[in-house]
């Protein structure tokens, strides 16, 4: 594997790699990997005959006082994890490499309305600052395949527009979210996490799952689920930040005749924000 910290140097692989018409796919992650980007990782290896991963902790994308100073960067663990996935290239840019205007001068990517709702309401900018990073990503690898988790559903969705607004030619794949044995969504911030918390967290897909099975059995009225999960949730331990019912393309408000639905959960356990997803086929 080799590890590559200059767009220039990647643009004179990428070359080689089109004179030779080799497809490439794209792994853009934060890095501290674990079980679920590697599972990303092998969907790209099986579709493609280059992989890149990427890893950059994005300042863009976080909010003032949010995680940024504090986000687990184990580089040198996760070169070793994606050299025994076979990764051909790992692009570790610098924040110079990547904003070298500065933050305040940076051009961006907004995709519209997706990011002002749900995880885009309670963190202002988070959207804007994942397309656009998403962006230059995909200009400066110009992959064929790039691979997200389900796990970010809304930060799917508003990849997979972005793609279609910017009429894109790469081909967005949405990942099975992967889990712990207790069924809590594997995420780098379940290492905040301390043990009384972690033995909460699986709390959160218990519950959704028990809404799903409400949803799956006819019940309608969503208002009242959203409460009575909202609030078994806080009787756990748990700042509930949301519990959504929503249409799962557009993440619209979901009315009682859609058949394709979305459960989003968003909540706090401690400092800890941890979200998870499953999507209901009626
Ligand atoms: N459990 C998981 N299963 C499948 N894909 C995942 C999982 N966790 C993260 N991913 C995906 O890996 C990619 C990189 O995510 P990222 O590096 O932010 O990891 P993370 O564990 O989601 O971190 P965070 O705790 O910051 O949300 C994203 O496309 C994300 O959706
Ligand atoms: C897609 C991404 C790598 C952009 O910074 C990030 O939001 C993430 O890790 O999910
Ligand atoms: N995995 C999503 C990236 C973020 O929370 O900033």
């Known amino acids: ?112 309305e997706i990011s002002s709702i749900l995880c885009g309401a309670s963190r202002p900018g988070h959207f804007r600052g994942v397309a656009t990073v998403v962006n230059k990503l995909f200009n400066m690898v110009q992959p064929d395949h790039a691979f997200f988790g389900q796990k970010d559903y809304q930060q799917l969705q508003v990849i997979r527009l972005m793609a279609q607004d910017l009429s894109l030619d790469i081909e967005i794949h949405g990942v099975a979210t992967q889990r712990a044995e207790d069924g809590l969504a594997l995420s780098s911030r379940n290492g905040y996490l301390n043990a009384h918390e972690r033995q909460l967290a699986p709390q959160i897909p218990q519950m959704m799952n028990q809404l799903k099975a409400e949803l799956v059995g006819g019940a309608k009225d969503f208002t009242s689920l959203r409460e009575k999960y909202t609030q078994q949730l806080r009787s756990a331990g748990f700042a509930p930040d949301y519990i959504h019912i929503r249409d799962a393309i557009t993440l619209a408000e979901a009315s009682p005749q859609d058949q394709a639905l979305v459960i989003l959960v968003a909540a706090y356990l401690g400092t800890t924000r941890l979200i998870d997803n499953t999507t209901v086929t009626l």
């Open 1 to 112: 594997m080799q590890t590559i910290e200059s767009i220039a140097q990647l643009r004179t692989l990428r070359k080689q790699w089109y004179k030779e018409g080799k497809t490439v796919a794209l792994v853009p992650t934060m890095g501290n990997l674990h079980a679920g980007h590697l599972t990303l990782i092998a969907a790209a290896r099986e579709t493609c005959d280059i992989v890149v991963s990427s890893i950059f902790v994005n300042p863009l994308q976080f909010g003032k006082n949010e995680d940024l100073a504090t986000y687990p960067r184990t580089i040198e663990q996760d070169k070793t994890a994606l050299q025994q996935h076979a990764t051909d290239v790992l692009f570790l840019p610098s924040v110079e490499e990547m904003y070298p205007r500065g933050l305040d001068q940076q051009t961006f990517v907004e995709v519209p």
